[in-house]
């Protein structure tokens, strides 16, 4: 069943993932398509591998499928980066039973096909939606969804 709340927060407390570098031993990778913002990531220290310059839309060809445990992705998916369509190459990067979040804005869903882009990858058995948090506070300037997914298939 989806859970969906407005404006509570609450997503964040249930998933508890802690910090980078707690991760049970396991590599946390950060990629940007912004060196200045890869670089920032790497100086944190947090991370097993960080590269700028890679562009989400090239990354099936780039990376190995179904390698990746869990994927983070806050702050793509909004006007001007990417379209709702990269989604699609996020679940092939994504192993069978891995965790999927994305964040939204608020006005780039209500601008774009993405709840549509959501709806044929659950119709194909591609993901299961685990929880949505509706509305919720993303910066100074607008408000975001946050979305929970597992791959299927």
């Known amino acids: 069943m989806v859970q969906q709340q407005d404006r509570s927060g609450e997503l964040f407390g249930r998933l508890e993932i802690g910090s980078a570098q707690r991760l049970d031993d396991r590599q946390v990778d950060g ?82 096909d993405f709840q549509q882009c959501v709806d044929a990858l659950l119709e194909a058995g591609r993901l299961r939606q685990l929880q949505v948090v509706w509305n919720a506070p993303y910066n100074h300037d607008g408000d975001a969804h946050y979305w929970v997914f597992t791959r299927t298939g």
Do not use: C, K, W
Request: net charge negative; aromatic share 8%.
């Open 31 to 112: 990629f940007d398509l912004s060196p200045e913002m890869a670089q920032q990531a790497s100086a944190t220290g947090a991370y097993g591998e960080v590269a700028g310059n890679v562009d989400m839309m090239r990354a099936p060809r780039d990376y190995p499928h179904a390698d990746y445990d869990a994927l983070l992705s806050i702050g793509v998916f909004t006007p001007g980066h990417v379209p709702p369509q990269a989604l699609e190459i996020l679940v092939q990067l994504l192993r069978e039973g891995g965790l999927l979040v994305v964040s939204t804005r608020s006005h780039y869903f209500e601008q774009t």
